[in-house]
């Protein structure tokens, strides 16, 4: 695997790359990372850069400061603004979600302080989020007037529909360990090892093979609209497709072998 380490830093975000691992830090913190439209096309142009680089094992996307993201800049929203203009602001972060889920590639939320409004959608919608003890999430926009609809179908996906509801009628956070208990998060940890905890789960993602698990994420998610049947048909396909390629040759004869398997990532 290539070892070459790049970082950028751009007017809203800093972007590196090192051992397969592409990291999108949102560094803003004057703005609480708001995502305005201009941090907004800087995250997306960096998730979407060489997926078709097979170095490229996970995207993580974490952020300076107290305040992971406040949501949208709401001076991108007020009355004065066409809605045409106000249509771009939400239709560009969910075109942020669909790449990260098209992404061949697991993306990772790393999670260190507060999540609010539009920050709650961009963190539900990764594949697995990791954050500190010290996080929180709160959808609070209802107290000015604006019902989270969008942050909403993020959230209603992976937790309860009541808590998700109580969240966004009350604006009242939940801390860390409920969004855990909530579903929303995969792990939390304390704030000291949340760095280390990343490392864990990227060292365990880039021992497996780069094609398998992007044949399986793609699945995943296309399975999540079938009903149950045609989920199990399509999910016997999409194994025996799976039992085709390269790396899962490798992997069963490895297996038999009882030998570390040696992934061409094909």
Same mark, same amino acid.
């Given at each position: 695997?290539?070892?070459?380490?790049?970082?950028?830093?751009?007017?809203?975000?800093?972007?590196?790359?090192?051992?397969?691992?592409?990291?999108?830090?949102?560094?803003?913190?004057?703005?609480?990372?708001?995502?305005?439209?201009?941090?907004?096309?800087?995250?997306?142009?960096?998730?979407?850069?060489?997926?078709?680089?097979?170095?490229?094992?996970?995207?993580?996307?974490?952020?300076?400061?107290?305040?992971?993201?406040?949501?949208?800049?709401?001076?991108?929203?007020?009355?004065?603004?066409?809605?045409?203009?106000? %249509?771009? /602001?939400?239709?560009?972060?969910? $075109?942020?979600? =669909?790449?990260?889920?098209?992404?061949?590639?697991?993306?990772?939320? @790393?999670?260190?302080?507060?999540?609010?409004?539009?920050?709650?959608?961009?963190?539900?919608?990764?594949?697995?989020?990791?954050?500190?003890?010290?996080?929180?999430?709160?959808?609070?926009?209802?107290?000015?007037?604006?019902?989270?609809?969008?942050?909403?179908?993020?959230?209603?996906?992976?937790?309860?529909?009541?808590?998700?509801?109580?969240?966004?009628?009350?604006?009242?956070?939940?801390?860390?360990?409920?969004?855990?208990?909530?579903?929303?998060?995969?792990?939390?940890?304390?704030?000291?090892?949340?760095?280390?905890?990343?490392?864990?789960?990227?060292?365990?993602?880039?021992?497996?093979? %780069?094609? /398998?698990?992007?044949?399986?994420? $793609?699945?995943? =998610?296309?399975?999540?609209?079938?009903?149950?049947?045609?989920?199990? @048909?399509?999910?016997?396909?999409?194994?025996?497709?799976?039992?085709?390629?390269?790396?899962?040759?490798?992997?069963?004869?490895?297996?038999?072998?009882?030998?570390?398997?040696?992934?061409?990532?094909?």
């Amino acid at each position: 695997m290539s070892t070459t380490t790049s970082a950028t830093t751009r007017q809203f975000c800093q972007i590196s790359e090192a051992n397969g691992v592409r990291e999108i830090c949102l560094n803003e913190p004057k703005t609480r990372n708001a995502l305005s439209l201009g941090m907004m096309n800087e995250i997306l142009n960096a998730l979407k850069q060489t997926w078709e680089d097979t170095n490229l094992r996970c995207i993580i996307i974490s952020s300076t400061g107290p305040i992971w993201s406040s949501g949208h800049d709401l001076k991108e929203l007020v009355p004065e603004r066409s809605e045409e203009q106000q %249509r771009a /602001v939400f239709e560009k972060l969910t $075109e942020i979600i =669909y790449n990260i889920r098209k992404a061949p590639v697991p993306v990772l939320a @790393k999670v260190n302080g507060v999540v609010a409004a539009g920050g709650v959608q961009l963190v539900a919608s990764c594949d697995i989020i990791v954050c500190s003890e010290k996080s929180s999430f709160i959808t609070p926009s209802a107290n000015f007037g604006v019902f989270a609809s969008t942050p909403a179908v993020a959230m209603t996906r992976v937790m309860s529909h009541s808590k998700c509801l109580d969240m966004l009628m009350t604006g009242h956070p939940i801390s860390a360990r409920e969004a855990y208990v909530q579903g929303m998060v995969s792990r939390v940890v304390p704030n000291e090892e949340l760095d280390a905890e990343i490392v864990k789960i990227v060292d365990a993602i880039k021992h497996k093979s %780069r094609s /398998v698990l992007a044949l399986g994420k $793609e699945f995943f =998610y296309q399975q999540l609209e079938l009903t149950l049947d045609e989920a199990y @048909k399509q999910g016997a396909k999409k194994m025996t497709e799976n039992l085709k390629l390269n790396d899962s040759k490798e992997g069963l004869r490895s297996f038999m072998e009882k030998r570390k398997p040696v992934w061409s990532h094909l």
